[in-house]
């Protein structure tokens, strides 16, 4: 559990740090320069992958997958892609309406991954190299050795202890997406709000969503699935709460019509720009024309 001090407790938890990736990823899919790097992967994986290493960086479940270098040293990730995807999370902690302090604090800690996902001076591909080395001259003192799909050989000790915390991530995994799902269902039902936002923003008030009062909160590692169950109709239930649900209803398609017009403008922007450059670099080389035909 993150301690209320923690930058997940600042941001709102798993579900705020989810929500903060899946945008930020979409964005970068998006982007013309980016977008054809992410092609070749399954996105909902890198995505749940960066939710959990972010969650265990900022306060909580410890990650148990491989290190930021072994993961990215064979995508040869560049400086500008690196510079292009820091773009795509401010832009997304803005949208979130994150407060500035813990903005700032979110992007530092990213900024820190930089070296190891990019490897400028090859230092970390240098470490990795030495450290299989000497494992490999360990592993060759050894009994009851094993090869992992890579080739090497390891003690049996060692690979079984890698696919314990395998099957622990996938198990994390699966939690954060049963999470997923329910907040969903959640939205479609009207019972949450469809927007996570920082949790020093002001909460809606009982009387104004029509809640009985505050919900008690649910003890760590409350079963999911159970969460996750389909809410049954009320037989009994009045005009009132039909009007209520439909309002609600009109608000989540509301919010979702309204992001759709911003991604609209957002697009339609991008398209003025790049029109606007290409006409100024016509008018240059016409210039240079005219200059070279004097």
């Keep these: 559990m993150a301690s209320g001090d923690s930058l997940l407790s600042k941001m709102g938890g798993e579900m705020a740090v989810d929500a903060f990736v899946d945008l930020f990823y979409d964005m970068m899919v998006e982007d013309s320069n980016l977008g054809k790097f992410f092609a070749r992967f399954n996105l909902q994986i890198l995505k749940d992958r960066t939710v959990a290493y972010l969650v265990g960086e900022w306060g909580g ?3 148990n997958g491989i290190g930021l270098f072994e993961a990215h040293a064979q995508l040869h990730i560049t400086k500008n892609q690196f510079d ?7 832009k997304a902690l803005k949208k979130l309406k994150h407060d500035k302090r813990t903005s700032d604090e979110i992007v530092k800690s990213i900024e820190l991954m930089r070296d190891p996902i990019t490897d400028p001076g090859g230092k ?3 470490w990795y190299v030495k450290k299989l080395e000497d494992a490999q001259k360990e592993n060759e003192s050894k009994q009851d050795l094993v090869q992992t799909p890579m080739g090497f050989s390891i003690p049996r000790a060692k690979l079984e202890e890698q696919l314990a915390k395998e099957k622990k991530q996938k ?13 969903e269902r ?6 949450v709000s469809p927007t996570i936002s920082s949790p020093r923003q002001a909460s809606p008030s009982p009387r104004r969503t029509g809640q009985a009062g505050p919900q008690k909160k649910q003890p760590p590692g409350a079963d999911v699935e159970e969460k ?7 037989a009994a239930e009045g005009p009132k709460e039909e009007s209520k649900r439909s309002s609600d209803k009109s608000r989540i398609a509301e919010v979702k019509s309204k992001a759709s017009v911003e991604k609209e403008a957002d697009s339609k922007k991008k398209s003025e720009k790049a029109a606007s450059a290409e006409k100024r670099a016509d008018s240059k080389k016409k210039l240079e024309k005219e200059a070279s035909a004097e």
């Design 61 to 63: 479940t410890a990650y």
């Design 84 to 90: 292009i995807m820091m773009i795509c999370i401010k």
């Design 186 to 191: 959640a939205l479609l039902e009207g019972t």
């Design 228 to 234: 996750a169950l389909p809410v049954k109709e009320s």
């Design 171 to 183: 198990e994390l995994n699966e939690k954060l997406a049963a999470k997923r799902i329910a907040r």
């Design 124 to 126: 970390f591909k240098q």
